[in-house]
């Protein structure tokens, strides 16, 4: 029997998921690249599909499985011939989207707006890089700095959420930021909120453990919501209690929490700015008249824009963070699917999965 040439890990719906071979992609276009996956992370998202087949109208099915993963790393395998920036053997973090370039929003730079772009492991029809080899354009392969790891590298993708969300609400050096949720993009916010010159920056979150990491991965002062009290109480308490005067400058939403966007609303110091990055339910009851008594500026996030990768790279590498703290447990490639529920219990930070065939032997059973 051949062996196979590109394993993939595909879902097919809820809680299923297999292996199977698929073609191994070529070189067709002058600008391609082809990398050998390394790493890949498990994002939330992830652990939504796995939990319910897809995410706001688009589903996975039996008749329609798709290959999931979108953070990852990995080694350049192959180039087009008008390919110069790399060669086969350079390590690089992965862009994993595919916009048209050609419409208004591409043009204008917001290609994460572009209504034909082809992101990864997103249905219909676009896979994802948990695979052997995954091809992309080469512009979109950013190449390891020297002293970053592959398992670093695939933290390029959550830091360039981060960057686009800094970027949204404007932060300035001096600035105060209160970031709801504690989870990777919450963390990894708190840390390029202070690369760009926040001051003060408040996590909150409603489990002492996140918080205790937070603490000491962004040398930050904390929160925990009392569950009982209102938000308008929660977010006078985190006003007073980090001397906020009026309240904070920005606030970065990372849990998705109701109760945390009616808390937001009401912790800003008038005319401030909120970006939303978390996911949540589609619909929520949301204090306007105070938003609009207070003229706050209200921002929407969808992944990432012109220049928000080129950031991720360069707080790569500064090396000034210790991303390294953030990857907790490491998965075999056969074990895709632990990984997804490890996450899904709330055990560890940012958990990852070996790309085909670089495993450990003591971890090799099959999905």
């Not at 897809?54 to 350049?76: F, Q």
């Not at 890089?129 to 091809?135: H, I, N, R």
Request: hydrophobic content about 40%.
């Amino acid at each position: 029997m051949a062996a196979p040439t590109n394993p993939s890990v595909f879902l097919y719906g809820p809680g299923k998921a297999r292996i199977e071979d698929t073609p191994e992609p070529t070189i067709t276009d002058v600008t391609d690249a082809i990398v050998r996956i390394k790493f890949v992370g498990v994002c939330g998202s992830d652990v939504h599909f796995w939990n319910h087949g897809g995410i706001n109208g688009k589903y996975v099915s039996d008749s329609k499985p798709l290959v999931m993963g979108h953070e990852a790393s990995g080694t350049v395998y192959a180039v087009g011939s008008a390919v110069k920036h790399l060669k086969p053997g350079d390590n690089v973090a992965i862009e994993p989207g595919r916009p048209c370039r050609s419409c208004i929003r591409c043009k204008e730079g917001f290609y994460n707006l572009c209504p034909d772009m082809k992101f990864a492991a997103c249905p219909p029809d676009t896979p994802g890089c948990l695979t052997k080899y995954y091809k992309l354009p080469a512009d979109f392969c950013y190449k390891l700095p020297a002293g970053v790891s592959l398992q670093e590298g695939v933290l390029a993708e959550p830091l360039a959420v981060a960057a686009h969300a800094v970027r949204m609400v404007n932060i300035r050096p001096g600035q105060s930021v209160v970031i709801f949720g504690s989870g990777t993009i919450g963390l990894v916010c708190g840390a390029v909120a202070r690369t760009f010159g926040a001051k003060k920056i408040v996590a909150v979150d409603i489990l002492a453990h996140k918080l205790e990491f937070a603490s000491s991965f962004n040398t930050c002062s904390t929160f925990k919501p009392d569950l009982d009290a209102s938000p308008e109480e929660n977010a006078a308490r985190i006003i007073h209690d980090n001397d906020l005067g009026l309240g904070a400058d920005a606030v970065i939403e990372a849990s998705g929490a109701e109760s945390s966007i009616f808390t937001a609303v009401h912790v800003l110091r008038p005319g401030g700015s909120c970006v939303q990055t978390g996911l949540g339910k589609p619909v929520i009851n949301f204090p306007i008249v105070a938003m609009s008594e207070k003229e706050l500026h209200m921002h929407g996030a969808f992944r990432y824009k012109s220049g928000d990768y080129q950031v991720a790279m360069d707080v790569l590498e500064a090396g000034t963070i210790p991303l390294k703290k953030l990857i907790t447990n490491m998965f075999n490639f056969e074990r895709t699917t632990d990984a997804w529920d490890a996450t899904k219990q709330g055990r560890g930070i940012k958990n990852m999965i070996r790309g085909y065939g670089f495993r450990d032997p003591a971890r090799t059973a099959h999905l």
